[in-house]
């Protein structure tokens, strides 16, 4: 936690008896250059039919999105490479190995292919949208009763591909939660 902290990454940690932080390997690793952090990451496929407005300054883990995680990423790696050989390379069984959390109704297996490749409307089917999500507080009413008081709100913000992942983790407010998450989206959040 401290080499992250060192790295500009506010990185939070929970129990490893929790679900989540049970299946996350993140770890230090050190080679005759320097020392970098080899991450586990989570994707979270968010449902294809939710209303856009779902999205607006609420908390995208409230849509139950289909969960994954791959390890050993390295933080110098670029997104596309990640997405690439730990997800689309794979074949659908190996995919579905990797499924963390899936959302009740979800067929019994091809969950990620299925997925990947469903058709959107106006969508190019190859077309993903990714997202990270970042912490904004401000003033407002906590209630109807008029109550002021300091609203957190998450935020969701685009990424690319092309971006290393040591950048994307240094987004401003972001805070890692065990592991870097990605909310992958088959449409542009709005």
């Given at each position: 936690m401290k080499f992250a902290s060192e790295n500009g990454?506010?990185?939070?940690?929970?129990?490893?008896?929790?679900?989540?932080?049970?299946?996350?390997?993140?770890?230090?690793?050190?080679d005759e250059k320097k020392r970098r952090i080899s991450w586990?990451?989570?994707?979270?496929?968010l449902p294809i039919n939710r209303s856009q407005c779902t999205t607006c300054n609420d908390n995208l883990a409230r849509l139950k999105p289909l969960r994954l995680v791959v390890h050993d990423c390295d933080e110098s790696a670029r997104?596309?490479?990640?997405?690439?050989?730990?997800?689309?390379?794979?074949?659908?069984?190996?995919?579905?190995?990797?499924?963390?959390?899936?959302?009740?109704?979800?067929?019994?297996?091809?969950?990620?292919?299925?997925?990947?490749?469903?058709?959107?409307?106006?969508?190019?089917?190859?077309?993903h949208f990714f997202y990270v999500q970042v912490e904004h507080f401000e003033a407002g009413n906590l209630n109807t009763g008029g109550?002021?008081?300091?609203?957190?709100?998450?935020v969701?913000?685009?990424?690319?591909?092309?971006?290393?992942l040591s950048h994307i983790l240094i987004t401003p407010r972001l805070i890692v939660h065990e592991m870097p998450t990605f909310w992958v989206s088959r449409k542009p959040l709005g």
């Open positions: 990454i506010a990185l939070r940690l929970a129990s490893p008896l929790l679900s989540r932080s049970s299946t996350n390997r993140s770890r230090v690793v050190a586990s990451v989570e994707f979270n496929f997104l596309v490479t990640i997405w690439n050989e730990k997800v689309i390379q794979l074949g659908s069984s190996e995919q579905d190995a990797l499924v963390t959390y899936a959302p009740p109704g979800s067929p019994p297996f091809g969950l990620v292919t299925s997925w990947l490749y469903a058709k959107v409307k106006g969508q190019n089917t190859a077309q109550k002021l008081g300091v609203i957190r709100k998450f969701p913000v685009e990424v690319f591909l092309t971006n290393k």
